[in-house]
């Protein structure tokens, strides 16, 4: 009798054990993994973040941010990236052509994010690449620098690099130049931003680039007040910012909202990627079909 009570014992233990790890990672119909969402956003000041608020009109009724306050924060792109792969639950957003395999790129509106359907207008979640610099301040080793980027050269490798070229640009001849330039600013733009940096350097090796990755703002605070010949940024500047610096746009970029590999969804709308970061979807099972 003792026996049989104790193997029922262990019989019931395994159940509630089996149980318990069925329920941890459950699938919906639509293979979404169950359980509350983690909502990932950027810093204040990312260009990324104010480009993302602003395309799928994450905002107040003052037109303010309203990313939700549960969202965890992330300071950069490598970090959103490492944090959404290490959680299942997890939702964010990085450049296009930071995406790397660690994480999955969901469609919006049943469009992926490739550079073929951001130039034909049907994905729309896109912004620019800009560097920023006051009217009249470059030296003519930083005015070579900006030519070099907008040359065939220069565009070749933003295309190259997964981003979307702005143009043809002419053709590159090495200046000769000698000295140090300095750009701050956007951590989207700064991984291109450094294959340019070193290819310049090749052609003009007396050259030295330096490249602070500080966020959007903060880069344009810099070049505002001289800390840096340029500042990077992966949004437009605001009207204020815009009297006092000179904007020129070197590339186009598609920010892409990424989930953990374990999640089965491939598609999310606009709208529901705009409700998940107001706070207003708080759990995959609300996106189950």
């Known amino acids: 009798m003792k026996k049989v009570f104790g193997l029922m014992i262990v019989i019931a233990l395994l159940v509630g054990t089996l149980t318990a790890c069925g329920s941890s990672g459950d699938q919906g119909e639509d293979g979404s993994s169950l359980g509350a969402v983690n909502v990932i956003s950027r810093e204040d000041g990312s260009g990324t ?73 049907t994905y729309t979640i896109a912004r620019p690449f800009n560097i920023v610099y006051p009217e009249g301040s470059l030296s003519d080793l930083a005015e070579d620098f900006k030519t ?24 590159y001849t090495a200046s000769g130049l000698s000295g140090t330039i300095t750009l701050a600013g956007s951590t989207s733009v700064s991984p291109v931003m450094e294959v340019l940096a070193d290819a ?7 050259v030295t680039i330096e490249i602070q990755q500080t966020g959007s703002s903060a880069g344009i605070t810099s070049a505002s007040e001289g800390v840096c010949n340029f500042g990077m940024s992966s949004r437009e500047l605001k009207d204020s910012e815009a009297s006092q610096l000179t904007s020129v746009s070197i590339a186009r970029d598609g920010i892409v909202v990424i989930v953990n590999h374990e999640n089965e969804i491939t598609n999310l709308t606009s709208e529901q990627v705009k409700n998940i970061y107001l706070g207003e979807i708080t759990d995959w099972s609300e996106l189950a079909e």
Request: proline letters at 3%; hydrophobic letters at 40%.
């Open 148 to 171: 070099f980027i907008l040359s065939d050269e220069g565009q070749t490798i933003i295309n190259d690099e997964g981003y979307i070229r702005i143009g043809e640009g002419e053709s």
């Open 200 to 206: 310049y350097k090749e052609q003009n090796p007396a």
């Open 49 to 121: 973040r104010g480009a993302f608020v602003e395309l799928l009109g994450i905002v107040d009724a003052d037109e303010n941010d309203a990313i939700t306050a549960a969202a965890e924060i992330t300071n950069s792109t490598s970090v959103m990236i490492s944090t959404v792969a290490g959680n299942p639950n997890a939702i964010g957003y990085i450049s296009l052509g930071s995406l790397s395999d660690d994480v999955k790129a969901v469609s919006i509106d049943g469009v992926a994010p490739t550079v073929e359907d951001i130039n034909n207008g």
